[in-house]
């Protein structure tokens, strides 16, 4: 074997190694934009670099591996990180906002100096959601909004507010934005309607269901919602969701729809 091949063999089991030890996966969008996926909490990391700088959309891959975000936000840019925003406030998406802090960045709604980033305040997943579209590379970043890899969580919305999330994210970009979820991968716009016509035909079965007087079990064990749910798992998983949490979907759904029915 000669020296040069040598060389080679060692790189690609050094690269190997690194790929396959890491717990964090990166995905190139653009020359501005980069997706970073923790795999123990699989939120969607968003890296957007700028002239000025870097930010960093929920920054959480897990709080021990916030250390390793840092090394390979340095890998892709010698920039300094100045801004961290956030879909929403729960802990999966802001658990690693300090650990920025601490080091310079300034956490933000909006970036307001910014005509490359649009921001859209929406109800649905929580009280203050947050949609930010950048404009050069055409991604739009929705939070738990939209998700591919679970189940709809509509519950601070209810469903008008999940309806008026998805027409306000439907009007950014165009045809070939790329959306990327709080988690899953990223999609496509036929996909986030096909996403919406899933969640409308759940909560119709659970609605009607319900109103016939069926409880959590019951409505657990109906073919028609069991089949609904499943056009969720767009993973193939088996079994998509455990019980307890098919449970609790099918018991926060029925909240919804109850106090919908009171308004």
């Known amino acids: ?45 968003g890296l957007i ?3 000025n700088g870097l930010t960093l959309i929920d920054p959480m891959p897990g709080v021990g591996h916030l250390l390793e975000l840092d090394n390979i936000v340095k890998s892709i840019s010698n920039k300094s990180i100045i801004y961290i925003l956030n879909t929403h406030t729960h802990s ?11 080091q ?4 933000v709604e909006s970036i307001t100096t910014s005509d490359d980033l649009v921001h859209i305040k929406v109800k649905s997943h929580s009280s203050n959601d947050n949609i930010y579209y950048h404009k050069i590379s055409n991604t739009i ?9 679970w189940h709809p969580t509509f519950y ?14 439907m009007k950014l970009g165009d045809e070939e934005s790329l959306i990327v979820p709080g988690h899953g991968a990223p999609a496509r716009k036929l996909s986030l309607l096909e996403f ?21 079990d019951r409505i657990m064990n109906d073919a028609q919602a069991k089949s609904i749910v499943e056009k969720f798992n767009l993973g193939g998983r088996s079994p998509f969701l455990p019980q307890e949490a098919f449970k609790r979907f099918v018991e926060r759904t029925i909240s919804v729809i109850e106090k919908e029915k009171g308004m």
């Open 156 to 169: 601070a919305g209810g469903f008008q507010g999940f309806n008026d999330a998805i027409d306000a994210i």
């Open 141 to 149: 970043f929705v939070g738990d909004v939209f998700d591919t890899s």
């Open 104 to 107: 310079g960045a300034k956490l």
């Open 92 to 102: 999966d998406h802001t658990g690693g906002n300090e650990f920025f802090i601490e």
């Open 1 to 45: 074997m000669t020296k040069f091949k040598c060389i080679q063999l060692i790189s690609l089991l050094f690269f190997s190694s690194t790929v396959f030890s890491s717990n964090i996966h990166v995905e190139k969008v653009s020359d501005q934009v980069h997706i970073l996926s923790g795999k123990e909490y699989g939120t969607n990391i």
């Open 49 to 51: 670099t700028t002239e």
């Open 196 to 216: 919406r016509k899933n969640t409308s035909e759940w909560i119709m079965r659970v609605r009607e269901l319900h109103q016939k007087g069926w409880d959590e």
